[in-house]
């Protein structure tokens, strides 16, 4: 690891489960590809996303087999394929070429990983620090008729992306797995303490640990990013996918409606002088 960042002890707030709350058919193709392939299972946290190790670097599987994801949460294409990025005679390579031969088409967002990437090849002896930030990680979208996969790839980690630690026995796939239903409300929102052995600290301010309240100042940018949007536009989409993310977004868009009934553009140009409309897309 670069000399830029440290390892340091952190606290990790998240549960960790032993399959799916969902299956379908093509789910268990997949995962019986991995589990073939010896990828190492690490658990599953929010319901519907594994995550897997092979070698020194992880894999994250998103799953969505009954909702599908809204286009606008993902994001803008690329225009590159998974080939130009991964040598076809890797096990990754081959991960996606095999998800192609199952009828699965693939989109590569905007990202900062592909700025980063990009950047390393038109000046690769200029240094860019997203390529060696422990937060790094490439996302690719697989989809087809009736599963859509959101693949996040983190290339060489000292430590599981999610709080995951160890590996995990793989879970029986030949049955439907659900969480059990007769559970009161209050305990679906109980969050296990995992303690993290070596969580990621780097040097500039990033962080892996999942912290009891955000920043002062990042809280000071985010309210102001929000005010400037709110105000130069007529019509807002709010991508919003439960995670801690998108919920701390919303909470802080919710709260600036609040504060801001009327939420008239004041900046922007005059047509655009009308309340705005916040639209949620969940997925």
């Known amino acids: 690891m670069d000399e830029r960042y440290q390892l340091t002890e952190g606290e990790q707030r998240v549960s960790v489960f032993q399959s799916l709350k969902k299956w379908n058919n093509t789910v268990r193709s997949v995962w019986s590809y991995l589990q073939k392939n010896d990828f190492v299972f690490h658990g599953v946290v929010r319901d519907h996303s594994g995550v897997f190790s092979i070698g020194n670097g992880y894999v994250v599987i998103h799953h969505f087999t009954h909702d599908k994801p809204k286009k606008p949460m993902q994001g803008t294409d690329s225009d590159l394929a998974w080939s130009d990025i991964i040598s076809a005679d890797t096990t990754l390579g081959n991960l996606f070429a095999f998800l192609e031969q199952e ?39 697989f989809e087809k008729h009736d599963t859509t996969l959101l693949i996040e790839v983190f290339p060489a980690k000292e430590m599981g992306p999610y709080g995951v630690s160890g590996a995990l026995d793989w879970p029986d796939l030949t049955y439907e797995y659900e969480y059990a239903s007769a559970i009161e409300w209050s305990d679906l929102f109980e969050i296990e303490e995992v303690q993290a052995a070596t969580p990621v600290r780097p040097a500039n301010g990033e962080a892996l640990t999942i912290l009891e309240e955000m920043p002062s100042f990042a809280l000071d940018i985010a309210r102001a990013s929000i005010a400037k949007i709110m105000t130069e536009s007529r019509r807002v989409c709010l991508a919003y996918s439960g995670g801690k993310d998108s919920h701390a977004c919303l909470l802080l868009v919710l709260h600036y409606l ?26």
Not at 261 to 272: F, K, M, R, V
């Open 103 to 141: 009828d699965f088409t693939h989109m590569i967002p905007d990202q900062v990983f592909i700025d980063a990437f990009i950047h390393s090849l038109l000046l690769p002896h200029e240094w860019d620090w997203h390529l060696e930030s422990p937060k790094n990680k490439l996302m690719v979208w």
């Open 258 to 283: 609040l504060v801001n009934p009327a939420c008239q553009t004041n900046e922007g140009p005059s047509d655009l002088d009308t309340p705005c409309t916040l639209r949620f897309y969940v997925g």
